[in-house]
Every structure is written in C-alpha cells, then in structure tokens.
C-alpha cells in the first residue's frame, strides 16, 4: 500500500480524471504528489519523458494523460488520436519501469471492448470481436497500454494495473461544443439554448443508444482504492452498474438545465455504440462501489460549468 509520505506521481493532473485523483489523494492524506504541466513535460517526447523519471524517481505512477473527445472528435482525427495517446502512454510506462516505479495504474477507457461485447461487458471480452469503428484509434491505443502493463508484470514481475472507466463526467470537464462528450456537450447546449431563447434543441442520433455514467470523483475513490488493493494482469471495470438512453439523458439534462424548449434528434448523425454497460461485479468483490447518482452528479456539473466561465470556452 502507498504510505502517506509515498512519492505519487499524477500524469495528467490538470484534466478531468487527474485532477480528481489529486483532489482524492490530498483528500486521504497524501501530500507527495509529483505533477507537471504539459508545457513543463511533454509526454510524447521519450527523451523528455526518461529524464522526468530518472531525476524525480515516484514511487506510484497514476497514467490519467491522455488525448481524448467525443465521436465528433475521434472520427475526425482517427491518426492524431492513435499516435498521440500512444507515444505517452508507452514513454510514461517504460520510463516508470526503467527507473523502478513500485506501483502504476492505468486508466483506460470501455471503448476498448467491442462493439457488439455481452452486455453487461465483463472484463473477459476484451478482443473478442471488433471494435466500434468512432473511436477505434483511441480504443486500439488504450488497449496497447493496459497490454503493455500485463507484459511488463509477465516478463518483469512488475506490479501494473489498469481501470477502464464507463462515461466520465464531473468537476473539470470539457464543455467544447464539438470536441467534448455527450454529456458536458448536453449541459452546454442546453444552457446556451435557455439563455438565448432557442424554442429547440436538436441532438445527435436517434436517442436510442444506452449508456451508463460515472462521477469522476467516484472514479478517483476507485483508483486509489485500486493502488491499495489490487494486483493482476486483468483490467478492473469501473461503473455503475446502471444506464440510460441518450434520449433519457438529453431529458434529464434540460430538466437540470431548466430549459423547457423542444428536444429533437438528427437520425442522419452517427449513434455509435448501441449500448454500452460495464459489469462492475468484480470492483464490488474487491469491496467498492459508487457513490454519486446521475442527477446529484450533473447537478454538480452544472454548477462547476456556471462557476467556470473560462471552461465553457474550451
């Protein structure tokens, strides 16, 4: 386990996820904690990478870094998406292996599972089909990492773990009105439609597609919780459990938005994914579940995008 002087490295602090495991870590006591911004240390440059290791030696690696966005975004820059999350996520592993790191995790993403996976989607399916063709650059770079930690733990005897969250949502997020996910781009949407009067509102798709969500500060909890407790080649699912159709979600959204315009939905853009749940057994038999429902949690994330005028620009 990390003792509370233990030296913690967070990649990617100042985004969503790792921003929230900063925040959980000091939260429990931590104070140790390593970080760099992206003009201070660029994770895709190794050289950069390697002496960032070798001259601060942490402890504990939490992986967060990473290029991420909506299907907009990934279907958009499918080789920006592949080459970038890889390059950091292989310089920052190898650097943590090669300068003895006693401890990393790193987190992932659902989309690596397949397209059409068993639902609820265990751990297990991993590979066993294809992937959703949206965001298979991102899926394919993120499953090249989480297979990196298990060859290190099989070759080297290393102690890597990885988590693979459901649909994140939270304190920090992306709000881009092209770039960023489903549910921040709802918040934004819906706000800018009530401020300016707008009589509609028109969503992708056709509503139907089924998905589950997370408070990103649960997801922060699980992955320190991870770090104490768990060891093995085989990623951990983190979710609720639970999901919603997008058409639900969009609902849900204007009700905690208070806008009372119209929802319609544009069948000629993409769906993606049909249905999208994690099963979750296995973090709850290590001894961990959520805390956050769905609207508690976007009523957070709306009053973190009112509160946060300069992250609406994003």
């Not at 495991?21 to 931590?30: A, D, T």
């Not at 140790?32 to 240390?41: A, D, G, P, Y």
């Not at 965001?135 to 990196?148: M, T, V």
């Not at 009530?194 to 969503?203: I, L, N, Q």
Request: with cysteine; glycine share 8%.
């Amino acid at each position: 386990m990390m003792l509370k002087d233990s030296k913690i490295y967070v990649a990617g602090h100042r985004g969503m996820v790792g921003s929230a495991i900063v925040r959980e870590l000091r939260r429990q006591g931590y104070e140790n904690i390593v970080t760099r911004t992206h003009r201070e240390l660029d994770l895709t440059d190794q050289q950069a990478v390697n002496g960032f290791f070798a001259a601060e030696r942490p402890e504990y690696v939490f992986l967060a870094a990473a290029k991420v966005g909506g299907i907009a975004a990934n279907s958009a820059a499918l080789a920006d998406f592949m080459y970038e999350n890889m390059m950091l996520e292989m310089n920052v592993i190898h650097a943590a292996w090669k300068n003895g790191c006693r401890k990393l995790e790193f987190l992932g993403s659902s989309c690596i599972y397949p397209r059409m996976a068993p639902q609820p989607m265990p751990e297990s399916c991993l590979l066993t089909s294809e992937l959703e063709k949206t965001n298979e650059a991102y899926a394919l770079a993120k499953i090249s990492g989480l297979k990196y930690c298990e060859f290190l733990n099989r070759q080297y005897g290393t102690d890597y773990i990885s988590v693979m969250p459901t649909n994140l949502y939270g304190p920090n997020d992306n709000y881009h009105p092209e770039h960023s996910h489903v549910l921040p781009a709802l918040i934004r949407r819906f706000h800018e439609a009530k401020v300016g009067g707008e009589p509609s509102v028109t969503c992708w798709g056709d509503g139907s597609p089924l998905r589950e969500f997370l408070y990103v500060d649960d997801l922060a909890n699980l992955c320190v919780f991870l770090m104490n407790n768990y060891s093995g080649n085989e990623t951990v699912n983190a979710g609720t459990g639970k999901e919603l159709t997008i058409k639900e979600l969009a609902e849900l959204v204007a009700r905690t938005v208070g806008y009372q315009g119209e929802i319609l939905w544009d069948a000629t853009r993409p769906n993606g994914t049909p249905r999208k749940l994690l099963d979750v057994s296995k973090a709850k038999a290590l001894g961990w579940t959520y805390s956050t429902e769905l609207p508690d949690g976007i009523r957070l994330s709306y009053d973190d995008f009112l509160n946060n005028p300069m992250r609406a620009e994003r």
